[in-house]
């Protein structure tokens, strides 16, 4: 029968069975034979008109409900009323939980273990170191007379807590008897997350013969836990920095380096940048050593154990040695997103030098990108300054690195100046690579990238024009807070770097704020309101004076055209009367002194000029035992003898 044939048996005929309350008629449509009428969707086949039973797992009553619902309904059939079932209390919640708990095997051994667990743990600092052992002692006999193994119980949270506290608490030769237990599953317990605090605590409390042992146990293992597991990846982590030895940790790097120098015959008693040296540059099997290792690492990015040391040390080593031009572009561009994990370590610090010097100018951008957010806390750490440091000698993009870098700096230069290490990011932008403020050392590493193929601009231009967006902020807020500056010798080195390194009209401000600090008439030993001593007495503020002197008269020397305006702003703002009394002190005489043996002609004409008159004064307070005070006597005189000859 064709599909039009059954559409035209589907007919629909008006059957009378009965009259209602209005005497309606009820039409009811004919069956198919075979098909489904509309009343299908309601439960209802066409052929036998059968409703449709759901299946029994999709109407299945709640444990312990059958036999109360069926009560309920017997109870309620003649009154109409609905069946209830009983009510899921907390306690019936806890009595099943326990149910369930008693049909494990070591239930009972549990709960004998936590009741003398819970007595050490809890007043172990009201019992003598004996009783604590008693009760660890307690506990491994527990274990042992129940026939079970210590390794059964480390990998509950709660059993394993309990093992915790007796490695803690327990005396030498019961830390001993738990680790000749569960010495030979030592991979086996880092992979979990209860049993790797145990051995946690094994290498905290262990004998470094035992610690040894734990990290021999590693061998052979440590890329995998490294790779795939986070949990083994922070023991190896912790051993790495806390227990290991110098050949110990090769072991954990060198199998981070890549097959090719595993299997070298010297890899395990030679670095990999020693192995790399003895082959030739353009050999195929330094070429396979480097591409092994290049390997190695790219599973390794974007993954949580970023932000072990381990790793960060493997970077550099790879960063330090690789010479190949293509791969190290890969790597920069695979890693740039992550380095922000890696830059508060040393080795991070230089795996993020490394990348900013050889990288595109999109890995820069990207690379100062993922920094923004942590400017101020990067400025503040003692390796993370050192790529902000870097990134200001080779990135172009200046205006850029005002908006990433220096700007969110200036939001919170307090924080910055406040930070030893932050004082050199903010030395750096107006002084760079000053060897006044930092180390040879440092300045070697900076100078690795002055050569890198990305730059084109030049580093002076480059440093200008940073300068010109750091300065504002820098100079406003050394003005604001003059006296914290000149009187604090952690602090006054800023103040100098400002006022000798920026352009004088930028400075000016701050060149006026300093000199007001002088203005004050001086008495030797007397303090102010402030309980602080004149600036030309202070231990710091007669510091910062002499040293900008000095820088002028230094300048000057090197350059004839150089202007000392601060020196000059001193001996107009001050006046002859107030600076003759500078001679008072030794401190005072050494700051006058410096002027008039400056390199200047007109710091040192001025100012003899001005003090020659004095020169009695000078050798009164000579007298009085200020013995710079005699010397820069013997200055004037000399100067003036010397002029009276020349006549």
């Known amino acids: 029968m064709g599909v039009k044939e059954v559409k035209t048996e589907v007919k629909t005929e008006v059957k009378t069975e009965g009259k209602g309350a209005a005497g309606s008629k009820t039409p009811v449509r004919k069956r198919s034979a075979g098909g489904r009428t509309p009343d299908a969707k309601k439960g209802k086949f066409a052929a036998g008109g059968k409703k449709f039973t759901p299946n029994k797992k999709f109407t299945k009553k709640p444990a312990g409900a059958g036999g109360a619902a069926a009560a309920g309904a017997a109870a309620g059939a003649g009154t109409g009323t609905n069946a209830t079932l009983p009510k899921d209390t907390a306690k019936t919640r806890r009595d099943r939980k326990l149910a369930r708990k008693q049909k494990k095997p070591k239930f009972e051994l549990t709960q004998q273990c936590k009741k003398i667990w819970e007595k050490l743990r809890s007043e172990k600092n009201n019992m003598s170191k004996k009783e604590n052992h008693q009760l660890v002692d307690d506990l491994l006999k527990l274990v042992k007379q129940k026939e079970n193994k210590l390794m059964n119980l480390v990998f509950a949270h709660d059993t394993s807590r309990i093992i915790q506290t007796c490695l803690k608490e327990g005396n030498e030769a019961q830390r001993s008897q738990i680790f000749g237990e569960l010495k030979e599953k030592v991979v086996e317990l880092s992979k979990n997350k209860y049993a790797k605090n145990i051995l946690w605590k094994m290498a ?66 030679m670095g990999f940048g020693q192995v790399l040296s003895e082959m030739d540059a353009a050999s195929d099997e330094r070429k396979s050593l480097l591409s092994s290792f290049h390997k190695a690492l790219l599973p390794l990015v974007e993954k949580q154990v970023m932000t072990l040391t381990l790793v960060h040390k493997v970077f550099y080593e790879y960063f330090m040695h690789c010479d190949d031009a293509v791969l190290r572009s890969e790597m920069i561009e695979a890693i740039r997103e992550s380095l922000i994990h ?8 230089h795996v993020a030098m490394r990348c900013l010097w050889y990288g595109s100018k999109k890995d820069r951008k990207v690379i100062l990108k993922t920094m923004k957010e942590f400017v101020i806390k990067l400025s503040t750490e003692e ?3 050192l790529t902000l440091l870097a990134a200001f000698d080779c990135v172009d993009d200046t205006v850029f690195i005002k908006k990433a870098i220096i700007t969110p700096m200036m939001k919170h230069l307090n924080e910055v100046i406040e930070n030893q290490y ?11 690579r000053d060897t006044t403020h930092f180390l040879p050392e440092t300045i070697k590493l900076l100078t690795t990238g002055d050569n890198n193929p990305t730059s084109k601009k030049e580093m002076k231009v480059r440093h200008q024009e940073l300068v010109q967006a750091a300065v504002g902020g820098v100079v406003e807020y050394l003005t604001d807070n003059v006296e914290e500056f000149v009187f604090n010798k952690s602090r006054f080195l800023l103040m100098e770097t400002a006022i000798m390194k920026v352009d004088g009209k930028i400075i000016q401000p701050l060149v006026d704020a300093v000199v007001q600090l002088a203005t004050p008439p001086f008495e030797a030993g007397q303090k102010n309101e402030d309980d602080r001593f ?100 013997e200055k004037l005189m000399a100067t003036a003898a010397s002029g009276a000859t020349a006549e």
Request: proline content about 4%; glycine content about 8%; aromatic content about 8%.
């Open 422 to 432: 932050g004082k050199k990011v903010l030395i750096y932008l107006m002084s760079p």
């Open 204 to 269: 905290k409390y262990g004998t470094p013969e035992q610690r040894s042992h734990i990290i021999a146990n590693f061998k052979d293992n440590v890329y995998g836990l490294v790779r795939k597991n986070k949990l083994s990846a922070s023991i190896i982590e912790y051993t790495y920095n806390n227990y290991a030895n110098k050949d110990q940790r090769h072991m954990f790097v060198r199998e981070l380096c890549g097959k090719v120098y595993q299997l070298h015959p010297n890899s395990e008693a």
């Open 342 to 349: 890696m830059i508060h370590t040393h080795d991070g610090a």
């Open 534 to 633: 004149h600036i030309a007495e202070h231990p710091s503020g007669h510091l910062l004076l002499k040293k900008i002197i000095v820088g002028e008269s230094k300048k000057s020397e090197t350059d004839s055209a150089a202007c000392p305006f601060f020196s000059r702003a001193l001996l107009r703002g001050v006046g002859a009367p107030k600076l003759a009394t500078w001679g008072a002190c030794n401190r005072g005489a050494l700051i006058l002194l410096t002027m008039v043996e400056s390199k200047s002609e007109q710091v040192a004409g001025c100012s003899r000029e001005m003090l020659m008159p004095y020169l009695n004064k000078f050798n009164k307070f000579a007298n009085n035992n200020v013995k710079l005070a005699g010397v820069l006597g």
């Open 383 to 385: 390796f993370g300054h």
